[in-house]
T-cell receptor, first 113, second 114 residues
C-alpha cells in the first residue's frame, strides 16, 4: 500500500532499554522527519533527513539516534530510554519542494516505565 | 529562524457558529504556511496551504485562511462549525533557510458544542 507507515503503533518499555521505532514510506520522498508530540508543546522536530545518508538534528535531538541507509526507511532509536521520552512519535515525509506539505504516519505511542 | 505562535490552546464554539483559530508566524524570508488537522489517534493531515499568489486560501471541509503579511498572520476560519470539526489544529511554517523543515505551532484544540 502506498503511504507512510510506522511500527509499532504502541510500545511499552523499561527505563534504560534501547528502543527502535520504524518508519517506511513508499513515495520516494527526499525528506523524512521525526517529531514528538507532547501536551502543550505541539510537535517538536527531533531529527530530519534530506536524503539517504544525510541526517540533521532538529529541536530536541538529545537521547535519540537516526539512520537512513535507504530512501524509504528512517528508523528512530532511543539508545537508553528515559521516562521523559514517553510521548507520541510521528514520522513524516515530503518532497524536496518548499511548497509541498508533509505526509504523516499514524504515530507510535511510546511509554517508558 | 522560523516560528509559529497559535493563540489559544483551546477554543470552544457552538455548532453553526464561526470558527476562528489564530496563527502568527515569524520568518525572515517569505514563508510557506500550512494548517493541519489531527483527529483523535491519527496523524496530521493537510487542511490548506499558502505558497504564493492569492492570499485567501481555501481548503478542505469548508475551511479557509488568509495570509496577511503586514500582520504576520495566517488565521484559519470556517463560517459554520460542525460537530465533525472537533479536532486539534496546527499551524506550520516552512522557510527556505536551514532545509525544508516544517515548524509547528503548539496546536489549538477545537471543541464544538451541540
Amino acid at each position: 500500500d502506498a503511504g507512510i507507515t510506522q511500527s509499532p503503533r504502541y510500545k511499552i518499555t523499561e527505563t534504560g532499554r534501547q528502543v527502535t521505532l520504524m518508519c517506511h514510506q513508499t513515495w520516494s520522498h527526499s525528506y523524512m522527519f521525526w517529531y514528538r508530540q507532547d501536551l502543550g508543546h505541539g510537535l517538536r522536530l527531533i531529527y530530519y533527513s534530506a536524503a539517504a545518508d544525510i541526517t540533521d538534528k532538529g529541536e530536541v535531538p538529545d537521547g535519540y539516534v537516526v539512520s537512513r541507509s535507504k530512501t524509504e526507511n528512517f528508523p528512530l532509536t532511543l539508545e537508553s530510554a528515559t521516562r521523559s521520552q514517553t510521548s507520541v512519535y510521528f514520522c513524516a515525509s515530503s518532497d524536496e519542494q518548499l511548497n509541498t506539505e508533509a505526509f504523516f504516519g499514524q504515530g507510535t505511542r511510546l511509554t517508558v516505565v | 529562524a522560523q516560528s509559529v505562535t497559535q493563540l489559544g490552546s483551546h477554543v470552544s464554539v457552538s455548532e453553526g457558529a464561526l470558527v476562528l483559530l489564530r496563527c502568527n508566524y515569524s520568518s525572515s524570508v517569505p514563508p510557506y504556511l500550512f494548517w493541519y488537522v489531527q483527529y483523535p489517534n491519527q496523524g496530521l493531515q493537510l487542511l490548506l496551504k499558502y505558497t504564493t499568489g492569492a492570499t485567501l486560501v481555501k481548503g478542505i471541509n469548508g475551511f479557509e485562511a488568509e495570509f496577511k503579511k503586514s500582520e504576520t498572520s495566517f488565521h484559519l476560519t470556517k463560517p459554520s462549525a460542525h460537530m465533525s470539526d472537533a479536532a486539534e489544529y496546527f499551524c506550520a511554517v516552512i522557510g527556505n533557510t536551514g532545509g525544508f523543515k516544517t515548524i509547528f505551532g503548539a496546536g489549538t484544540r477545537l471543541f464544538v458544542k451541540a
